[in-house]
């Protein structure tokens, strides 16, 4: 050890009640920081995965139809344009999209779909629905739909379905039971229920009917074509840039699950702004309490330093004594700090829950978060050092031991 190294530690020693104190202020800062950090970072988690728990991070389908403006002549000419009625349409030339798409290095999982409203029949009941046409396999790859069945099997074989459980109690289906699909052309289907599932989102679990991807297109009359691709991509929050890409490159419409939850987005961004802020302010109060403990310590040791600097201790050694105190403030501090805010976060998780028993709150504990802690606390203090210990530098040694 350096004998920098050895006087910085042995000043903190000297001076245990008062290193104690400003450690627990730091710790006291650090523990805030890592379990508001935690509850955030694990309540957008959760928001996230509800969220993409029925939806891909991508969505492709058939472009907009439009019409161009109409310019009529005469005096004070202007353009009249009408919308188009929309409808679902197939994707044109659906198998060479899927192997272009099958290429892009930034998607991971891809799945084709067929979708159109149908009305499902049982008995004098009738309800309108979504079906949706897909592969099974594929498509449990984008949606985890076979962790969400709460009877039966994910299994889409010809005349096969998955519903919704709601859909299911309003009409009175179990697995097994026979269900008529009619679509509004008139075709219609015989389908034996093989699984039901719940995603706790209403609209989904009120009308949504899987089939499989031929069933659906006989359906649905789109045989050998589909409406719609969902993709899964590698970075999360990089769907927005890949969806437009996509529908530069491709000329598909393409929609990412930020663009459909504007809502949630502005949600997730004003929660990392609050918490940033927060961050800040309790940063900014641990640097001064480091930086008045320094500073203090430059008074009461100022004989010391002088007579260190009488016998030949350069100015750039004692800055770096003073420099490491601050280190070891901040490092001491941020251990403290996260086993409390840890413990502190355990302890909410574990009292606060639902009336199923899970925590209300998740809470996110990872190693990064502990890591990015114990660094910012660690260079807090160093940058809080920097004056005390300039002004430590600064002291003429025959002043110093004069004035003492």
């Known amino acids: 050890m350096s004998f920098e190294w050895q006087l910085a530690v042995r000043l903190l020693r000297e001076g245990r009640a008062q290193t104690a104190l400003i450690a627990a202020g730091i710790g006291l800062g650090v523990a805030v920081v890592v379990f508001l950090t935690a509850l955030i970072n694990g309540l957008q988690a959760n928001l996230i995965a509800r969220t993409l728990g029925s939806q891909a991070h991508i969505t492709l389908t058939a472009p907009d139809r439009v019409v161009m403006p109409a310019q009529l002549p005469g005096p004070g000419e ?16 659906s198998a060479l999209l899927l192997r272009q798409l099958a290429a892009e290095p930034e998607i991971t999982a891809i799945s084709p779909l067929v979708s159109g409203a149908a009305f499902a029949l049982r008995g004098a009941a009738d309800k309108s629905v979504a079906v949706i046409g897909v592969d099974p396999e594929a498509y449990a790859r984008i949606i985890p739909l076979p962790a969400q069945l709460v009877a039966g099997e994910w299994r889409l074989g010809s005349e096969e379905a998955v519903i919704g459980r709601r859909l299911a109690d309003e009409l009175g289906i179990r697995t097994g039971d026979r269900l008529t699909l009619q679509s509004a052309g008139g ?40 409406t719609g691709i969902d993709l899964t991509v590698r ?19 393409a929609e990412s699950w930020m663009s459909s939850n504007q809502q949630l987005m502005t949600g997730l961004r004003s929660q990392s702004a609050s918490s940033s802020v927060i961050r800040f302010f309790v940063l900014v109060s641990v640097a001064f309490g480091i930086a008045s403990v320094l500073a203090v310590a430059v008074v009461q040791k100022q004989r010391d330093i002088g007579i260190l600097r009488a016998m030949g201790m350069s100015r750039r050694a004692v800055r770096q004594v003073f420099l490491i105190q601050g280190g070891l403030l901040g ?14 976060a355990r302890l909410f998780a574990g009292l606060v829950r639902n009336t199923q028993g899970d925590p209300l709150f998740p809470i996110a504990l990872t190693p990064d978060l502990f890591l990015s802690a114990t660094a910012v606390a660690v260079v807090t203090g160093l ?22």
Do not use: H, M
Request: proline content about 5%; aromatic content about 6%.
């Open 187 to 226: 075709r219609s289907l015989n389908v034996t229920v093989r699984g039901i599932f719940e995603l706790g989102v209403k609209d989904p679990d009120r009308r949504w009917v899987f089939l499989s991807l031929r069933s659906a297109q006989n359906l649905l009359n789109l045989t050998g074509e589909i």
């Open 235 to 253: 970075e999360l929050f990089a769907a927005d840039t890949v969806a437009a890409r996509l529908q530069q490159r491709y000329d598909i419409r």
């Open 331 to 344: 490092l001491l501090g941020a251990l403290a700090g996260c086993a409390a805010g840890a413990g502190l």
């Open 78 to 93: 202007f353009q009249s344009v009408q919308p188009r009625p929309q409808r679902v349409a197939p994707i044109l030339n």
């Open 383 to 404: 940058i809080a050092a920097v004056l005390p210990a300039a002004r430590a530098a600064a002291l003429d040694p025959v002043q110093a031991i004069r004035n003492s």
